[in-house]
T-cell receptor
Framework: NAGVTQTPKFQVLKTGQSMTLQCAQDMNHEYMSWYRQDPGMGLRLIHYSVGAGITDQGEVPNGYNVSRSTTEDFPLRLLSAAPSQTSVYFC????????????FGSGTQLSVL | GENVEQHPSTLSVQEGDSAVIKCTYSDSASNYFPWYKQELGKGPQLIIDIRSNVGEKKDQRIAVTLNKTAKHFSLHITETQPEDSAVYFCAVRPAQTGANNLFFGTGTRLTVIP
């Protein structure tokens, strides 16, 4: 049972480049979300989804896009990377939604130069 | 959004002693309060959670207490062990309709000294 799988684990981008952070879960959870973790700021919600075809913005959505075509996958896209997006990104899923009982992936460390 | 403050930022205890971490929040209508443990290089892991209609919850060596009047809740770890060393985060869910967001504290680095 893999749980929540994130790829890649590390990524370095140049300003203006685009990339997609992948997230997949095998627990058949309807709710999935993306958080970023910055030093001294805890985790902040970027986008979330309550099921296939349904997404919504969290606390810090600017500069990020998401889509949810299947229950299992919830990719996060950076269209034009900026140094302010240097962070550790965590994907999470939940069986019940509303931010309860989140299962987190192991994270993607992103550096934007 | 919700304002969550977590203290202390670092905590060192001797093995076998107790550790207490406290979080305060601003929205009196917040209704869900989880605690997460994050080990080095890993994602956060839920260790205990409590709803606003409960004052205390225990799970073996871990307990959470909630004081709604004072708007604070605390994590208590008894008989600490070296494997309890990690960063601990509290979180709060606001009460407004459709709230899927959790607001996290800034974390407490707990070190258990053998």
């Amino acid at each position: 049972n893999a749980g929540v799988t994130q790829t890649p684990k590390f990524q370095v981008l140049k300003t203006g480049q685009s990339m997609t952070l992948q997230c997949a879960q095998d627990m058949n959870h309807e709710y999935m979300s993306w958080y970023r973790q910055d030093p001294g700021m805890g985790l902040r919600l970027i986008h979330y989804s309550v099921g296939a075809g349904i997404t919504d913005q969290g606390e810090v959505p600017n500069g990020y896009n998401v889509s949810r075509s299947t229950t299992e996958d919830f990719p996060l896209r950076l269209l034009s990377a900026a140094p302010s997006q240097t962070s550790v990104y965590f994907c999470a899923s939940s069986p019940g939604g509303w931010g309860e009982k989140l299962f987190f992936g192991s994270g993607t460390q992103l550096s934007v130069l | 959004g919700e304002n969550v403050e977590q203290h202390p930022s670092t905590l060192s205890v001797q093995e076998g002693d107790s550790a207490v971490i406290k979080c305060t929040y601003s929205d009196s209508a917040s209704n869900y309060f989880p605690w997460y443990k994050q080990e080095l290089g890993k994602g956060p892991q839920l260790i205990i959670d409590i709803r606003s209609n409960v004052g205390e919850k225990k799970d073996q060596r871990i307990a959470v207490t909630l004081n709604k009047t004072a708007k604070h809740f605390s994590l208590h770890i008894t008989e600490t062990q070296p494997e309890d060393s990690a960063v601990y985060f509290c979180a709060v869910r606001p009460a407004q309709t459709g709230a899927n967001n959790l607001f996290f504290g800034t974390g407490t680095r707990l070190t258990v000294i053998p």
